[in-house]
């Protein structure tokens, strides 16, 4: 069942913060973050395993609430290089994930 | 770190040929590739899980006869469009994954079009 990310369009301003949440209606026992550009494959930002799991990179972590079967992408002041759309995954091991419908960010100088 | 390499990047053929897509594991053995199917402004489709030695394993709605795959080593997937019709144009992308602890990696995919 595809998870549900929220918003589904993001335009912030060079600086600015923005959360893009995921949400499922099924267990969740990891999440997936990716984020891809235009005409480009996926690039893995992060994964979540554990509930209560918080991790991050530079200006960009991720939450996990195991209970609420959510998940949440935070973007720290955000840079031009952050445009893109991002994408939610869940399920993984031999079934291969399944994503969200994506939440297009778009940062403007 | 784990790369796949996934080639033609992009192909445009006639319609009722077909097209053979490949991916392969640079720097590690995948047991396992996963073959997506991206329309425009969409999400990635999980088409059908391919693993090594044997019988391929397809999404519900999505046509084994049509959608060949064929994982005949360690390093190598293939896909295969055959007899391509206008509404199979499509971004194709390949994903394996090494370890359970760690994210997928995405070939560069393969932009289909086909006249």
């Known amino acids: 069942q595809q998870p549900v990310q929220s918003p589904q369009a993001v335009i912030l301003r060079e600086g600015e913060d923005a959360v893009i949440n995921c949400s499922s209606s099924k267990a969740l026992y990891s999440v997936h973050w990716y984020r891809q550009k235009h005409g480009e494959a996926p690039v893995f930002l992060m994964i979540?395993?554990?509930?209560?799991e918080q991790k991050g990179h530079d200006k960009i972590s991720a939450s996990f609430n195991e209970k609420k079967q959510q998940s949440s992408l935070y973007l720290t002041a955000s840079q031009l290089s952050y445009s893109g759309t991002y994408f939610c995954?869940?399920?993984?091991?031999?079934?291969?994930?399944?994503f969200g419908k994506g939440t297009h960010l778009i940062i403007q100088p | 770190g784990a790369v796949v390499s996934q080639h033609p990047s992009w192909v445009i053929c006639k319609s009722g040929t077909s097209v053979k897509i490949e991916c392969r594991s640079l720097d590690f053995q995948a047991t396992t590739m996963f073959w997506y199917r991206q329309f425009p402004k969409q999400s990635l489709m999980l088409m059908a899980t391919s693993n090594e030695g044997s019988k391929a394993t397809y999404e519900q709605g999505v046509e084994k006869d049509k959608f060949l795959i064929n994982h005949a080593s360690l390093t190598l997937s293939t896909l295969t469009v055959t007899s391509a019709h206008p509404e199979d144009s499509s971004f194709y992308i390949c994903?394996?994954?090494?370890?359970?602890?760690?994210?997928?990696?995405f070939g560069s995919g393969t932009r289909l079009t086909v006249v």
């Open positions: 994903s394996a994954r090494v370890g359970q602890f760690n994210g997928y990696t």
């Open positions: 979540l395993l554990k509930g209560g």
């Open positions: 995954g869940t399920g993984g091991g031999a079934d291969g994930l399944t």
